[in-house]
């Protein structure tokens, strides 16, 4: 590289587990020339995904939004006309004072999607405004919700080990959950863990990239995990191999759970989750001799109808098995929970004028057309696109069609969202805007510092927050705080203050590991439950219309000779969720989110391998090729999510045949509760 230049380090704010921290090298006129992962994190090491390596690409794409717009033509035309900060910002304001006027500051209804995790222009950017205003709340539903209030029935809170602690393990068990894809800087510590003699585990109905590097592969039926824990436990208890000693000493409610696993023989265990018994054995036995098991949680399996009970039902198994006496041992799920982000004092709720309601992302088509006290009549979009994201995609597009409703959406890209906003608003990427940073899969929190100015008229998410304020007559000093002032609130806690930890020094550092989590080892003196202690049964699940101990019940949409798949989508190995799927590097290079089958039942239902086909079900079709696998399991039509451009999907992608359903818990969503025919196009 000739020229002067300097770098600057700043982090991934997509919804990924791995956070990774980067370094952008920017040259002597202020362009940002490359992207690389920052050597220096331990859990990045240096390497970023191949999603997120064509990141300047991606900030360079044609179709990048540079300027305000307004709609001209019919709601879902995508016909707009450029217009002026001024005239987009008076207009949008004019039109959120009318309809507080008329109907009340409820009927407004600030949706925040996971486009961008962080805490300063992420999901939280904004809060306090529409706090001040009195808009409605809202509920980021559409993720891990489920799973997070099943698992605190049982041990409190949605926590787990150290991910880099896996290493230590005799047992690895990935349960739900496709790494390689969707979390490829936690597999080296699997690979450690194997290299040191443990066996590796993967629970998935499809033969994803990372069953097939597993040991062992089960692969259940699509909603019949409850069963798989239940039996699998109960097997246990059999043969004398849980650690009655740590139950003793760590948990309430065993004897109880115990008493209701004498119907799950491992011949019913199989006949549920159409698994053959010896794979059960070996399960069985496996976890039974495993020292310190290590089991990962996915979210694949929390989204069903009985998703938190499944969520809860695995946590019983790892938990019976004494894993959390040992290092490495134990559940693997969010690392959230260690942060200690002082979201109060980020958000602060004090500062609304009265309570209110709040709407849950999930509901979103139930919102807009059902909901009347008040009704829903202005919706700001921030982050989200939730007619390719959300269940139904088709009743989202009627939803979005209200001529009533006045839509602003703020976006890198036109989507097919924005297609039905009044106002567009384009949006700054990461690298050129501030961000505090946390993950849920390590214990690092990244600072991300701005590294080029935005281009054209480019504005991050609290930019845009500050110049709205004075024109709603909010630009109060908490609601016009600065970035660097709203990321110290964020750490306004002990935890960081203690530690002489301040946002100059992640100015300084870039990261800073969470302090005082080294070992990191969130239930070694208890559990925050109501007992403090572990729960195999509990009270609080009945307040939520679950039973005491988890119990298996059939899936919503079992398969039938109608329906003869469930679709599962997973990750997608070309981006995440729906960001940058529209790009020209993304939909230039791929022809079709294919859904994957087993090849007999292909082959029995008259397709052939690339033949082109509709999957359908009452809801809704979409068009897509089919490949027939020896390995896929049948019943379960496998294919990934997110996928949005016109080119490639027009009108319809996969969740055109999802239901706005709830799953058992949170109003988390049924995305993998689905069943589906497949048919020659």
């Not at 706090?131 to 698992?151: E, K, N, P, Q």
């Not at 989200?384 to 979005?400: I, K, M, Q, T, Y």
């Not at 908490?478 to 203050?497: F, G, Q, Y």
């Not at 590097?585 to 086909?613: C, F």
Request: proline letters at 7%; hydrophobic letters at 40%.
């Amino acid at each position: 590289m000739t020229g002067s230049f300097r770098t600057v380090v700043g982090c991934c704010p997509l919804d990924c587990p791995d956070a990774c921290s980067w370094v952008v090298t920017v040259d002597d006129e202020g362009r940002a020339t490359r992207l690389r992962g920052n050597p220096a994190h331990p859990f990045t090491n240096g390497g970023l995904c191949p999603k997120v390596n064509p990141w300047l690409t991606y900030a360079a794409d044609p179709s990048r939004l540079m300027q305000p717009l307004r709609r001209t033509g019919p709601k879902g035309s995508g016909s707009f006309a450029p217009i002026s900060w001024d005239e987009a910002l008076d207009e949008i304001a004019e039109r959120l004072l009318s309809v507080r006027d008329e109907f009340g500051a409820e009927a407004v209804w600030p949706f925040t999607g996971t486009g961008n995790v962080g805490w300063i222009n992420g999901p939280t950017s904004g809060r306090r405004l529409w706090h001040a205003f009195g808009a409605s709340g809202h509920r980021v539903t559409i993720c891990s919700v489920t799973g997070h209030v099943g698992l605190s029935h049982s041990q409190g809170r949605a926590d787990g080990i150290d991910p880099e602690d896996v290493a230590l393990a005799d047992l690895v068990v990935v349960w739900g959950a496709n790494p390689l894809v969707t979390d490829i800087h936690w597999w080296p510590f699997v690979e450690q863990a194997r290299e040191a003699g443990a066996t590796i585990v993967v629970v998935d109905p499809c033969r994803t990239r990372t069953a097939a590097r597993a040991d062992l592969h089960i692969a259940p039926r699509p909603g019949t995990d409850v069963a798989l824990a239940l039996g699998v436990l109960a097997e246990l208890d059999r043969r004398d191999l849980v650690d009655r000693d740590w139950i003793d000493e760590a948990s309430v409610g065993w004897d109880e759970l115990a008493a209701t696993l004498g119907e799950w023989t491992l011949e019913r265990t199989a006949e549920v989750t159409g698994l053959v018994v010896a794979d059960l054995e070996r399960f069985v036995g496996l976890l039974g001799t495993g020292r310190i098991p290590a089991v990962k949680l996915g979210q694949g399996m929390q989204r069903t109808a009985h998703g938190g009970d499944a969520a809860r039902a695995v946590s019983c198994l790892v938990a019976a098995t004494g894993a959390y006496a040992h290092r490495g041992g134990g559940l693997v799920y969010s690392t959230s929970p260690a942060y200690d982000i002082d979201e109060f004092a980020l958000t602060r709720p004090d500062l609304r004028p009265a309570p209110a309601r709040k709407l849950a992302m999930t509901h979103l088509i139930r919102h807009l057309t059902e909901t009347d006290d008040p009704p829903v009549k202005a919706l700001w979009i921030q982050a989200a696109n939730p007619v390719v994201s959300n269940p139904d995609s088709d009743g989202v597009r009627r939803a979005l069609s209200r001529d009533d409703l006045f839509t602003i959406a703020v976006e890198l890209y036109p989507t097919p969202t924005t297609a039905y906003a009044d106002i567009v608003l384009p949006s700054t990427m990461q690298h050129e805007q501030t961000e505090l940073q946390e993950s849920f899969a390590h214990l690092y929190l990244n600072w991300n510092e701005p590294a080029v100015v935005p281009p054209g008229e480019c504005r991050s998410h609290t930019d845009i927050i500050r110049a709205l304020a004075p024109r709603l007559g909010l630009d109060t000093p908490e609601v016009m705080a600065s970035d660097h002032e709203l990321a110290a609130a964020a750490l306004n806690r002990p935890r960081w203050r203690d530690a002489g930890v301040t946002v100059e020094t992640f100015r300084k550092r870039g990261f800073v590991r969470i302090p005082g989590t080294e070992p990191h080892r969130p239930f070694a003196d208890g559990f925050p439950t109501a007992s403090g202690r572990f729960q195999f049964a509990a009270d609080s699940a009945v307040e939520m219309g679950l039973e005491r101990v988890p119990t298996w019940h059939d899936p919503a949409e079992p398969v039938d000779d109608g329906f003869p798949f469930v679709l599962v989508a997973n990750g997608s190995s070309d981006h995440v969720n729906s960001v940058f799927a529209g790009t020209e590097r993304v939909a230039g290079r791929t022809d079709s989110p294919e859904v994957r089958i087993n090849a007999a039942q292909g082959s029995s239902l008259g397709l052939a391998d690339g033949d082109d086909v509709l999957v359908q079900n009452e809801r809704g079709t979409w068009s897509t090729t089919v490949r027939l696998d020896d390995e896929q399991r049948p019943g379960v039509a496998a294919t990934t999510k997110g996928w949005w451009s016109p080119a490639i999907l027009g009108d319809a992608g996969p969740n055109v045949t999802v239901a706005e359903a709830d799953a058992d818990l949170a109003d988390g969503p049924r995305f993998h509760d689905n069943h589906v025919r497949i048919v020659p196009a």
